[in-house]
């Protein structure tokens, strides 16, 4: 079994959410130049007229030239939901390119990793 295909969350507020490698252990494991970090930060959509606003930020890492997703980090309003979907992603060793493929649900927050 591989453990780090385990999807974690803690349910905080906002929650956090990671499944696969973090960067160090990525940078460990396959070298910093066999690897590309994404990132996005991002206000939801239900947050976008109220005074407190709640900020999103979502980290995706890829290796090799296919863009391999290895690790998948996000914290904000609804990435305790999301995770799921996206940790049979990584088990399953999709491209960034084949999130490309993906037709982004509009406006949601998962849109923006789809999108990275």
Known sequence: MDYTTIPTVVFSHP??????????????????????????KFTPMYYTLVKNKSVGLFKMITHGPEERVVGIHLIGP?????????????????TREQFHDCVAIHPTASEELVLL
């Open 15 to 40: 929650p956090i959410g990671m499944v696969g490698l973090t960067e160090q252990q990525a940078v460990e494991k396959y070298g910093k130049e066999n690897i590309r970090v994404f990132t996005t």
């Open 78 to 94: 609804g990435c305790d939901e999301m995770l799921q979907g996206f940790a049979v992603a990584v088990v399953a060793g999709l």
